[in-house]
T-cell receptor, first 111, second 112 residues
Framework: DVKVTQSSRYLVKRTGEKVFLECVQD?????MFWYRQDPGLGLRLIYF???????EKGDIPEGYSVSREKKERFSLILESASTNQTSMYLC??????????FGPGTRLTVT | DAKTTQPPSMDCAEGRAANLPCNHS???????VYWYRQIHSQGPQYIIH???NNETNEMASLIITEDRKSSTLILPHATLRDTAVYYC?????????????FGSGTQLTVLP
């Protein structure tokens, strides 16, 4: 089975802190994604990557950056966390086929 | 990607079949129909996908109408653990990364 893991299930950070969310997949997938999910807004794509060191902006990249130094790992970085970045963050991966496999999510609270 | 329409909520008795409809009347010929579900506080889970033929796997069956304008996801013997939000999505398969656009889905509640 495909396994996508995320570094934390719950995280509490203060405004202005730098936050790292890590995602690791074990299926040698080329593509990796970061979404955030908020009530009433569904899943929104932040960034995705189709290869090591490659990244593309999604629908809401402002305030975020990403890093993909190894194929299995995709990191989401909040340079200076703000309260409006309180959300559920979901990582996903996929091969050349379109079905995506999601991690369990990280619920981030910024106070 | 084509837009999909799903009922906001449905109930189903435990042990009975759950039939979840999806309308995708603007689907193009090379777009696939995907189904995902999300159990509360967990990440979405891939269920099944199809192009024009009916598909079945260990989780569910997918019935796509001949004109491809609608489809139905069937959970043959629903259990309480199938209570979740079910998303119907249409998307191309391509060699590059493809984002999925999740709508609001159908909240399925399986009743004891």
């Amino acid at each position: 089975d495909v396994k996508v893991t995320q570094s934390s299930r719950y995280l509490v950070k203060r405004t202005g802190e730098k936050v790292f969310l890590e995602c690791v997949q074990d299926m040698d997938h080329e593509n990796m994604f970061w979404y955030r999910q908020d009530p009433g807004l569904g899943l929104r794509l932040i960034y995705f990557s189709y290869d090591v060191k490659m990244k593309e902006k999604g629908d809401i990249p402002e305030g975020y950056s990403v890093s993909r130094e190894k194929k299995e790992r995709f990191s989401l970085i909040l340079e200076s966390a703000s309260t409006n970045q309180t959300s559920m963050y979901l990582c996903a991966s996929s091969s050349h086929r379109a079905e995506q496999y999601f991690g369990p999510g990280t619920r981030l609270t910024v106070t | 990607d084509a837009k999909t329409t799903q009922p906001p909520s449905m109930d189903c008795a435990e042990g009975r079949a759950a039939n979840l409809p999806c309308n995708h009347s603007t689907i193009s010929g090379n777009e696939y129909v995907y189904w995902y579900r999300q159990i509360h506080s967990q990440g979405p889970q891939y269920i099944i996908h199809g192009l024009k033929n009916n598909e079945t796997n260990e989780m569910a069956s997918l019935i796509i109408t001949e004109d491809r304008k609608s489809s139905t996801l069937i959970l043959p013997h629903a259990t309480l653990r199938d209570t979740a939000v079910y998303y119907c999505i249409v998307s191309l398969i391509s060699g590059s990364a493809r984002q999925l656009t999740f709508g609001s889905g159908t909240q399925l509640t399986v009743l004891p």
